[in-house]
């Protein structure tokens, strides 16, 4: 059971992957958290270095995909400028949207990873359906209280755990 909850790699910000990083490791698709991974949780629409991040992936043909627990409004309101498809209300760790996502990219789960800052979405999630997930630190610890409240349960999963620079 505590192999679900084990992160391919644990990484400081999603701005250290690079996109060869992620090719030396033979991964060409990303499953995208939005809140508190590309952007603080309080923030609506991605940043000159989200759009940098991304653009740069794009040009080294790694395939992107947001997944995100999020309403519509708010998942589409942040995809649209970056021209990147997007799952809303993805009930993650359940697999819906990460299933989608695969069919989306046209990759097998072997060469896909899913990034995100939460042990119990996306790490959990990412390894039920097969993908290597990269857990990364949160940009802001000002988050909503039922996210608060899940931080403490990660806790004993992640003693020990240093975050690294790349994978």
């Not at 909850?5 to 990303?30: C, H, Q, R, W």
């Not at 991605?46 to 519509?72: F, P």
């Not at 940009?139 to 909503?144: G, L």
């Amino acid at each position: 059971m505590k192999k679900l909850f084990e992160p391919y790699a644990y990484v400081n910000s999603i701005f250290d992957i690079t996109p060869e990083m992620l090719k030396k490791n033979g991964i060409y698709g990303l499953i995208l958290d939005i809140d508190n991974t590309l952007v603080a949780t309080n923030v609506k629409e991605a940043g000159e270095k989200v759009y940098r991040y991304i653009k740069d992936l794009k040009d080294s043909r790694i395939k992107t995909v947001i997944v995100s627990n999020g309403r519509k409004h708010r998942v589409e309101e942040f995809c649209k400028p970056l021209e990147i498809e997007y799952i809303y209300k993805a009930y993650k760790p359940l697999g819906r949207g990460f299933d989608k996502a695969i069919r989306i990219m046209d990759l097998s789960r072997d060469q896909v990873a899913v990034i995100g800052d939460q042990l119990f979405t996306d790490v959990l999630g990412g390894n039920l359906k097969g993908i290597r997930p990269i857990l990364i630190k949160p940009i802001d610890p000002d988050e909503p209280i039922f996210v608060r409240i899940k931080r403490i349960f990660e806790k004993p999963f992640l003693k020990k755990k240093e975050y690294k620079d790349k994978l």
